[in-house]
């Protein structure tokens, strides 16, 4: 017992099960201190906000449009063939994630005015 306490006060490293609960305090107080929980959080809710807008987008937005644009399948039916090749310039599914991403965009800017998270401390 005298010996170990020797050792620590030595400098020397700490064996097995200490060090590794050494590691797992400091692993708990980084995660504390970094917010990476909240980190977490918003990455699954951003990641399902993203599929709900995206259903917004092809399923309520698109079929309008396509009807308007005389498609079945939407913006993403608009192609612009490209000479005699088969080739199609697919600039409807290019509009279709673009409408997409501004809606999204203007989704996370709303909630982050709603949380007031934009003021700066």
């Not at 995206?54 to 698109?62: A, D, H, K, R, T």
């Not at 039916?77 to 997409?100: V, Y």
Request: glycine letters at 14%; a positive charge; proline letters at 2%.
């Amino acid at each position: 017992m005298a010996e170990a306490k020797e050792k620590e006060k030595k400098g020397e490293k700490k064996g097995g099960i200490a060090r590794v609960k050494g590691g797992a305090s400091g692993f708990m107080t980084f995660i504390k201190e970094q917010n990476i929980v909240g980190l977490a959080v918003g990455l699954v809710l951003g990641t399902h906000a993203g599929a709900l807008v995206n259903s917004l987008v092809n399923n309520v937005f698109m079929p309008p449009i396509g009807l308007m644009l005389g498609s079945t399948e939407g913006l993403k039916g608009w192609t612009i063939p490209l000479g005699e090749t088969g080739a199609e310039l697919a600039l409807g599914a290019f509009l279709n994630d673009l409408i997409n991403f501004i809606i999204l965009a203007f989704v996370i800017y709303l909630v982050i005015k709603a949380l007031k998270l934009d003021v700066k401390k």
